[in-house]
């Protein structure tokens, strides 16, 4: 089952990002995923849901956006969605294509964070502001 490796990969990254973004806590979590990208979704959330289970990410919706296949279909000269993924045939001629240009996905679509709290009066008054009594500074002198 890799989807317990898939699961523990996106808590890392998701934790790098949440890192980077300043905190707080993973309401959220957003993934494309694509019919060929042989991940069975519900095994991807009993692994996420493991996984995370005692993580910054305990609690976090894994949302998933199903994407379809889509091929090139040189006779027709556009891009068709495919019903299946048995068949990489156009659905509208028959032609065969393997100029595969969407299905494969496995990308981090969104995270959402709740927002941080703003600091309270106690935190604020407490530390000193030093922009603030800057322009005091300047118009007192001669």
Do not use: Y
Not at 91 to 97: D, L, N, R, T, Y
């Amino acid at each position: 089952m890799h989807e317990l490796s898939i699961a523990t990969a996106v808590i890392d990254e998701v934790s790098k990002h949440v890192s980077r973004a300043g905190g707080g806590r993973v309401l959220s979590i957003t993934l494309r995923i694509g019919r060929l990208s042989c991940v069975q979704e519900g095994a991807l959330r009993m692994s996420f849901d493991l996984a995370s289970a005692d993580t910054e990410l305990s609690g976090a919706r894994l949302e998933i956006i199903d994407v379809a296949v889509r091929i090139w279909c040189p006779a027709c000269a556009t891009e068709r969605e495919l019903p299946g993924v048995q068949s990489l045939a156009c659905p509208a001629c028959g032609h065969v294509s393997g100029d595969i240009r969407a299905g494969r996905e496995l990308d981090l679509d969104s995270i959402e964070l709740e927002p941080l709290p703003p600091p309270s009066i106690e935190q604020t008054a407490t530390e000193p502001d030093s922009t603030a009594l800057q322009p005091l500074q300047q118009r007192n002198e001669p």
